[in-house]
């Protein structure tokens, strides 16, 4: 079952913050995030794992709720080259490693 | 490290033609590769997984006869579109994992367009 993404598009200044959400009505093993520019292939951010991580590099960080089925991805002090696609891919850890893909939430960062 | 290439970039067809699109790991051996085909403003729906040497796994609602997918090595798989007709015309993404990793780094692309 597709992951919920939410918003589904934010338009931000320079500099400012925004938060991504992803959730499931599955129980979770994985999280991965992706951001796909126009017409190119999805980049890998990060992956995280059952057990509650969190895990940041550079100004974009991501957590994982295994409880509550739901990962959120934070990009602070946005820069122009973060405009994107964000998608989020789960993994329900049942041994085949395949990803189901929600909808996507559209970000644009404006100067 | 973890680059995926595709190959071609773009290929327009004419209707009932076959179209090959090769998927290589260039920098590590993909035990896993998986195709995807994504619609404009869309998400990438899952069409197959396909494990080196073994016959790949096919989503509900894709036609294995139509789109052949061949991994006949750890660097290499194919997607076959046969008889390719208008619908046909997406964007093909392949990724590919290695090992016991579950990171998925996705090849570029290809854009499909069939007359």
């Known amino acids: 079952q597709q992951p919920v993404q939410s918003p589904q598009a934010v338009i931000l200044r320079e500099g400012e913050d925004a938060v991504i959400n992803c959730s499931s009505s599955?129980?979770?093993?994985?999280v991965h995030w992706y951001r796909q520019k126009h017409g190119e292939a999805p980049v890998f951010l990060m992956i995280l794992l059952k057990g509650g991580e969190q895990k940041g590099h550079d100004k974009i960080s991501a957590s994982f709720n295994e409880k509550k089925q739901q990962s959120s991805l934070y990009l602070t002090a946005s820069q122009l080259s973060y405009s994107g696609t964000y998608f989020c891919?789960?993994?329900?850890?049942?041994?085949?490693?395949?990803?189901?893909f929600g909808k996507g939430t559209k970000l644009s960062v404006i100067p | 490290g973890a680059v995926v290439s595709q190959h071609p970039s773009w290929v327009i067809c004419k209707s009932g033609t076959s179209v090959k699109i090769e998927c290589r790991s260039l920098?590590?051996?993909?035990?896993?590769m998986f195709w995807y085909r994504q619609f404009p403003k869309q998400s990438l729906m899952l069409m197959a997984t396909s494990n080196e040497g073994s016959k790949a796994t096919y989503e509900q609602g894709v036609e294995k006869d139509k789109f052949l997918i061949n991994h006949a090595s750890l660097t290499l798989s194919t997607l076959t579109v046969t008889s390719a007709h208008p619908e046909d015309s997406s964007f093909y993404i392949c990724?590919?994992?290695?090992?016991?990793?579950?990171?998925?780094?996705f090849g570029p692309g290809t854009r499909l367009t069939v007359t």
């Open positions: 599955k129980a979770l093993y994985s």
């Open positions: 920098d590590f051996q993909a035990t896993t």
């Open positions: 891919g789960t993994d329900s850890g049942a041994g085949s490693y395949q990803l189901t």
């Open positions: 990724s590919a994992r290695e090992g016991l990793a579950y990171e998925q780094y």
